[in-house]
């Protein structure tokens, strides 16, 4: 594997390709073994900022199931939510009676969160779990916790790269990385 520059905006490599890459395949054995006996399936991601991690999840799930995808939005580009969350593109599938699994990049504030888990609960999903790439409950301004994650934050740092972005930018990084003060 080619040794990757690190981005001059970055501060911090928090998680390097390399780790992201190990962490995703058991995050993937894991909606193996949890869905092994799931007849419907439908996984949604919540793009943007999922995308990296949704298509590298799916390439070692086993088990079939109908891929879908929400776009939500609370950041409008800057380093902190706004507090309102808006749905922009809601789902294509029917998901009464499936089995639904939320991907999603970060779990931090929880708002975004707790709004779709509640949209899609009054869908009568047969059931429902999130599992996201970054965990941050010391940001959490409502209650909730993910059914799953790959791994947890513990600091109040503004990441990038891997999906997560400042003004739209630095979503291709092959790593996530916490960004310099002076840019933030």
Request: aromatic letters at 10%; hydrophobic letters at 40%.
């Amino acid at each position: 594997m080619k040794k990757t520059s690190i981005d001059p905006r970055i501060d911090k490599v928090l998680f390097t390709q390399e780790q992201l890459e190990e962490k995703i395949f058991e995050l993937s054995q894991w909606v193996n073994k949890t869905y092994k006996n799931s007849s419907n399936l439908i996984i949604i991601g919540l793009l943007k900022g999922c995308l990296p991690f949704y298509a590298q999840l799916i390439k070692t799930i086993d088990v079939d199931f109908v891929s879908d995808f929400m776009i939500t939005s609370s950041y409008g580009g800057k380093d902190k939510s706004s507090g309102n969350v808006k749905i922009i593109l809601d789902l294509v599938n029917n998901i009464e009676g499936c089995d639904v699994l939320i991907v999603e990049d970060i779990v931090d504030t929880a708002r975004t969160m707790t709004k779709v888990v509640s949209i899609l609960k009054s869908r009568n999903p047969q059931s429902l779990k999130v599992l996201t790439l970054l965990n941050k409950p010391s940001n959490r301004v409502v209650e909730f916790e993910p059914d799953n994650y790959g791994f947890l934050i513990k600091k109040d740092d503004f990441v990038v790269g891997f999906g997560f972005d400042w003004d739209e930018k630095m979503r291709q990084l092959p790593y996530i990385g916490t960004i310099k003060k002076t840019i933030v």
